[in-house]
């Protein structure tokens, strides 16, 4: 029996004030049986539940597609709820019952006449020199009961709305981080229950965040604009059918409010005794309040969130109390994080605590800060007395292990601190465990890294003085973080900034959203984020419109590339960051020894592949045409200028063959000299990194696509320096920024530029799900329509295994290495799906048992082929066990370690 389930508009279940007028729709089976196929399916969109009052259909059509299912000729209306539900038919023509009842509900759409206007506190409410920030409030009476209520809002600056004293929706840090200028998201809120008839009221906090605040390491103020405002309008229905709309206007009022700092980097200054107790209730007298005052702005920027927001994901107690030898009181919660700490205190009035923030201890056992630059990450707060108080931030957050505490009365209470766990609320899809608890550790820490930095934007680090959407890290992560997440939503705003904040001539700048010098642009490998960024969404879940989206910016960047080069289809000009951090970087560099040309021409003939795949995947047969050809003239230059006549690679560096492998761009005979010359490369190193950010993401990847395996495993199982493992055996718990950030003394590599929660080396992630659990889509099927299935053991692990929740359902891999030699396989296949399965080390189609059968009497197999040490098969949906004696192609397992 199959059933319809897990519906979904927009990637998103029940979505409430998206912005799409032509939204998609996508589902997914349920099937106990194997190899089970949609045929046809039929989706109606109703204005009621019961779908009395159908607005659209789409009868049955013929087609597999269950995902991204656009609504032919249907487009959506402002601040309105669609239900819908959808029904299908199976390979063999059989119609299930109608899923569920879903539902989806539209924002203030752009281009809308908002009836609110931007209201500010006046100027001289608060001196210059202060860093206080107001409060805005209002009171509205309701004549009757409310049947359905929505805040539709936004502001210059970040902002918080409170209905009759209740915090209104559970997001923070909105509207968050856009390129201003051209984006500004506007949220959504259900305020039915908060409402009444009679007399209500509504407040707003208004803070600096990322708008009027400090961004950056010299201390700039102020990029977007130098007044916080806000943009509210909420939409009541009576149970009558009439309807009323409160806004922001003229009659509202301000004053300061208790918060007397409040910063990003630098953290919050909270005095309790300057609050204003019932600010928000209907029954507050606002005596002495002053009038606020109307601004102008541009709407035509306003769109609904196209992200999802940042909620409070979890919380962590502290795992110990330390007094550290500078007589330090601290507190340990035992794992780098972002987020903010919520504490409880007794004290009386006036009393002043403090929290400062840092990631590790020096090697003496001290609090450590200097790795934060200029970020003071440091939270004040003045009690009011009178009992106990309890408090957590609004507009700041932190990047911390340990806690510092000054002014807490003793004796400190574990108990009373937490660590609030804040980022984007992306859905978790990702999941890999292995035989080695080393390597599940470093899995831990890259998926810390995700959490850390994709609050809002994807940053570099969450800590120090400067936390920017670095174009380079991002390119280099996106594919890990897609196995781990649902990143499509949270990648789609942020490259929406990106080309927003591209320049006319196709210049693509270092961080997104923009907020350096007019000068900092255009490096290879950063900028190429522009194509490899949609390109990778695209294969990860078959989202063609990201494509057509970001077709335009990605085209510009490819055409600024071409006019760069001094030599033709050569990118050899210009400030490039190179392989940044590359070990091999001569003393007291930054950038490793790769020629920086070469590593820019490779990636100028790595993006015009991706886009002439797009071309392709879009239809655009003259530009794919046009892009084949520049990417052989491309890859023409970059072999003569950086391969010698007898097919030997100029730079002598681990990254440059990685790049020149990886990317394709040697023929034949060049390949095989390049591939076995890294192996000797790293026959030198003994096995050890030289790479830096550009090469170590795709290393491992060419190791084991080239049949250097058990070479790509020693890379991944060293424990010394330098290795993904050495901060692990030094007790990291997230991604490091350096591979020795700390020293085997305990020293530390650098004060200036040592983040502990930097998510670039986290790349190997994607090597983990791909080549060690062996979980692949198709590119060619998208999105998991077709999946590989392709494990890769090697020496050092006895069991791997990995899934992930796509939009088709969970695809998952485990192999496990018995002592006797026998390989066991498990796989699952979600319905509406195929998997081509590659057994590795399976001698023949005849040694192998599924599920206790004879592998060509299996159910649901399509097809087998037979290949030296490997035997692929081709399935349908279901769940699969292989059985069979493992032969190793080349090294053997013999001895490895249970």
Known sequence: MVHVVDLRCEYRKNPVGIGEKHPRISWRLEAEERAVKQSAYEIEVAEDDRFTRTIWRSGRVDSEQSVHVALEHFEAESCKRYFYRVRVWDGNGDSTEWSDTALWETGMLQGETWKAEWIAA????????????????????????????????????????????????????????????????????????????????????????????????????????????????????????????????????????????????????????LELSGWSRADYKAEGWADVEVIDQDNSRLTPQINEPVKKIQTLKPVGKIRTPKGETVIDFGQNLVGWVRFRLTAEAGTEVKLMHAEVLDQEGNFYTENLRKAKQTVHYFCKGGGEEIYEPRFTFQGFRYVRLIGFPEPIDLASFEAVVLHSDMEMTGRFECSDPLINQLQSNILWGLKGNFLDVPTDCPQRDERLGWTGDAQMFIGTSAYLANVAPFFTKWLGDLAADQRED??????????????????????????????????????????????????????????????????????????????????????????????????????????????????????????????????????????????????????????????????????????????????????????????????????????????????????????????VTKGATTIWEHWDGIKEDGSFWSKDMNSFNHYAYGAVGDWLYKTVAGIQTDERAPGYKKIVIAPQPGDGLTWAEGSIETLYGQVRSAWKMEGDGTMRLEVTVPPNTTAEIRLPGAASASAVKESGEALRKAAGLQRVSEAPAEVAVEVGSGEYFFVYPFQQAGASLAGISQ
């Not at 009476?141 to 502001?155: D, E, F, G, N, S």
């Not at 023929?667 to 026959?683: G, S, W, Y």
């Open 122 to 273: 006046p100027a001289d409410l608060l001196p210059d020199d202060s860093a206080r920030l107001p409060l805005l409030r209002a009171g509205f009476h309701l004549k009757a009961a409310v049947k359905r209520a929505r805040i539709y809002a936004t502001a210059l600056g970040l902002y918080e709305l409170e209905v009759n004293g209740r915090r209104v929706g559970d997001s923070y840090f909105t509207p968050g981080w856009t390129s201003y200028g051209h984006t500004l998201q506007t949220q959504t809120y259900d305020v039915t229950e908060m409402l009444r008839a009679g007399e209500n009221a509504i407040g707003a906090w208004l803070g600096n965040g990322w708008y009027k605040g400090d961004l950056g390491w010299s201390g700039k103020g102020c990029l977007y604009g130098d007044r916080l405002a806000l943009l509210m309008q909420m939409h009541v229905l009576y149970e009558d059918g009439s309807e009323e709309t409160v806004v922001t206007d003229r009659s509202w009022k301000c004053a300061p409010g208790p918060i007397r700092m409040a910063e990003i980097y630098h953290g919050e200054t909270y005095d309790a005794r």
């Open 506 to 727: 196709g210049a693509v700048p270092f961080v997104v959203p923009h907020v350096l010098n007019d000068s900092d642009y255009a490096s290879a490998a950063w900028g190429d984020a522009a194509v490899i960024c949609p390109w990778t969404l695209y294969v990860s879940y078959g989202d063609a419109r990201i494509l057509e989206r970001q077709y335009a910016s990605m085209q510009k960047w490819v055409s600024y590339i071409l006019a760069q080069g001094e030599q033709e289809y050569l990118w050899n000009t210009g400030f490039h960051f190179g392989d940044w951090l590359g070990l091999d970087a001569k003393s007291g560099d930054y950038v490793g020894a790769t020629e920086r040309d070469l590593i820019a021409s490779a990636f100028y003939a790595y993006s015009v592949s991706l886009l002439r795949k797009t071309a392709g995947v879009l239809g655009k047969t003259e530009d794919e045409a046009v892009y084949g050809e520049l990417e052989e003239r491309v890859m023409e230059a970059f072999r003569s200028e950086f391969v010698t006549p007898s097919g030997r690679l100029s730079a002598s560096t681990q990254t440059a063959h990685v790049l020149a492998l990886m990317f394709g761009l040697l023929d034949e005979t060049a390949e095989r000299r390049a591939a076995d010359k890294l192996k000797k490369l790293l026959e030198d190193s003994k096995h050890h990194l030289t790479t830096g950010f550009v090469g170590t993401p795709y290393i491992n990847h060419v190791l084991s696509r080239y049949g250097m395996n058990d070479d790509a495993y020693r890379l991944l199982l060293q424990k010394d320096y330098p290795s993904w493992l050495y901060p």
